[in-house]
C-alpha cells in the first residue's frame, strides 16, 4: 500500500505565526514518531505515539510545539509563535509498533520561518 | 549531548570497490542499531538493521557489523555502485525509549565511475 505521507511537503511562514504540519502513516501502523532535521544534521526525535497518545514528548523543545493523534491513525504537529530556529525539515515515521520494527519515512515538510 | 557519532562528513570511492562507514555510540542502553540512506528532498530510506545480540547481518551487497565492547558499528558495502551515492545515517535506538531513533550527522558517500 502507500507510504507515509506528508502535507504540507514545504511551508514558508512569518515568524510569530501558527503552522499544522501533517503526518499520515502507513495504513495499520500504530506508532507514529516525528522527527525535526536541521540543516547539516541527522534527524532529531520530538515525539512519539502509540495509538492515541503521546508515549514519549521528551523530545519537543519547548511548549511552543504540541501534537496530536486524535483517532490512532493521523497526526498533526502544531508549532505556535514560529521562530526563524524552527526552520527545518520536519520527518514522520510510522510501524507496527511491535519492538524493534523498523521505521518508514515520509518525505518530510520543509518549514521555512521568515 | 550527541549520543551516536558518525566522524566522517564524507567518503569518495571508486565504483566496485568497497565502501566502509562508519558510526559509534556512547549509550550503553542501546541495543538496536540502523542505517538509512537518503537522497536530497525525500525521507530517510531504511537500508540494515542488527540487534545487540549479533555482530552482523548481511544483505545482499550491504553488511553491518556491530562491535558491542568499542560501541562501534560498521557498515560495508561492497562492490560499490554510483547509485549507492547519498547521505547515510546511522541510528540507535533502546527499548525503554519506545525505540525513537538517534542518528548521527551523516556520512555523505560518493560512487565515481
Known amino acids: 500500500g502507500a507510504g507515509v505521507s506528508q502535507t504540507p511537503s514545504n511551508k514558508v511562514t512569518e515568524k510569530g505565526k501558527y503552522v499544522e504540519l501533517r503526518c499520515d502513516p502507513i495504513s495499520g501502523h500504530t506508532a507514529l514518531y516525528w522527527y525535526r532535521q536541521s540543516l547539516g544534521q541527522g534527524p532529531e526525535f520530538l515525539i512519539y505515539f502509540q495509538g492515541t497518545g503521546a508515549a514519549d514528548d521528551s523530545g519537543l523543545p519547548n511548549d511552543r510545539f504540541f501534537a496530536v493523534r486524535p483517532e490512532g491513525s493521523v497526526s498533526t504537529l502544531k508549532i505556535q509563535r514560529t521562530e526563524r530556529g524552527d526552520s527545518a525539515v520536519y520527518l514522520c515515521?510510522?510501524?507496527?509498533?511491535?519492538?524493534?520494527?523498523?521505521?518508514?519515512f515520509g518525505p518530510g515538510t520543509r518549514l521555512t520561518v521568515l | 549531548d550527541q549520543q551516536v557519532k558518525q566522524n566522517s562528513p564524507s567518503l569518495s570511492v571508486q565504483e566496485g570497490r568497497i565502501s566502509i562507514l562508519n558510526c559509534d555510540y556512547t549509550n550503553s542502553m542501546f541495543d538496536y542499531f540502523l542505517w538509512y540512506k537518503k537522497y536530497p528532498a525525500e525521507g530517510p530510506t531504511f537500508l540494515i538493521s542488527?540487534?545487540?545480540?549479533?555482530d552482523k547481518n548481511e544483505d545482499g551487497r550491504f553488511t553491518v557489523f556491530l562491535n558491542k565492547s568499542a560501541k562501534h558499528l560498521s557498515l560495508h558495502i561492497v562492490p560499490s555502485q554510483p547509485g549507492d551515492s547519498a547521505v547515510y545515517f546511522c541510528a540507535a535506538s533502546a527499548l525503554d525509549s519506545g525505540y525513537a531513533l538517534n542518528f548521527g550527522k551523516g556520512t555523505s558517500l560518493l560512487v565515481t565511475p
Open positions: 515515521a510510522s510501524t507496527k509498533g511491535l519492538p524493534g520494527d523498523t521505521q518508514y
Open positions: 542488527i540487534s545487540s545480540i549479533k
